[in-house]
């Protein structure tokens, strides 16, 4: 089940210093070493005098005409942010605009017009290694809080606090507490707990382990609605073959009807589903019902013991990556050119 304890909604942190990354971590992801940074370090001090809440916002626009990103960028972010507020002693608190708050246990929050978004984040694009097949570490800018520290100052502090979005990405591996606040605040709503139940007692599986396959197509299906090109199909295709046994148990997360169709087919033990989904993100038009599906595959995701995940972006497909960093769950992401 997803975790039920009382948590505060609000994130008060404690100055302990903060463990160092545990070799116990089972995400396939290389964390960079955080060094000292005046300029944050600063503007955390100045914030904690002004006895600031750092609010960080989801919502579909911004003041400066921006669109929401996806929300595994979100999710991304908000480790970030919860990172950043545990080192300085500055308390933090999610706040979900966008639609999908209805599908989360905290709800849908009031939009707030003043909020600006931060569009750069401190990631070099990581690199795919075609020899080792896995992504080569994510490598953060020199200066990683840099844009961040000139975006923030510029925000103003309403009723003591500072909203803000943003793209950035963590400096370190979460630490167990931090896991477990982000599960708390970003928690499914009793609806979609029991969906999720009702989804994987009918499919066997309610009290039973199981290996969750994601497959990112792209936005070329999901988003434009262009029918899967013969040439990502195949590459999908030999990737998730090769990686997958034909008698193996597993849900299917997609992007895709055709290729759910094609591996349901082909993998006799697969379950998955076929309601609409969407991208929560880049300005898309989506139903009520899309975004209830949409958020049952994160949450689905969730409750898996290992999550699979093959996508046509070199940099990786947040979605499931996130998910699995904030629920602690082995991963392991192929890229599919």
Known sequence: MFPARALPREWTPSLTPVAPPSASVRVHMEWPASGPHRELSALMAAWKRRRVTWTHVYQETYADGQTATGWGDYVRSCVYTLQVCSEHGVPCELWVSHPLGRWLRGGQQPRVPHVRALTTSNLQMPRWDADTR???????????????????????????????????????????????????????????????????????????????????????????????????????????????????????????????????ARWPRAHTHFDAITHVGEGVAFTDDALKHTMLDYFLLARATDIRAFTVYPHGTGFSQWCAVVYDLPYQATYCP
């Open 134 to 264: 896995r992504f080569r570490e994510w490598v953060l800018h020199d200066h990683p809080h840099r844009a961040f520290v000139e975006y923030a100052r510029e925000q103003p502090a309403v009723h003591h606090r500072v909203w803000t979005n943003h793209l950035q990405f963590p400096v370190r591996t979460p630490t167990s507490a931090e896991r477990a606040w982000l599960q708390h605040r970003l928690a499914p709503s009793a609806d979609v707990v029991t969906c999720v139940d009702a989804r994987l007692r009918a499919w066997g599986l309610c009290n039973r382990p199981f290996r969750a396959v994601h497959v990112r197509a792209g936005d070329a299906q999901l988003v434009r609605e262009q029918s899967l090109t013969y040439t990502v199909a195949a590459s999908l295709a030999s990737a998730v073959a090769a990686a997958i046994a034909p008698d193996e148990e597993v849900v299917l997360v997609a992007d895709c009807p055709a290729f759910k169709r094609w591996f349901a």
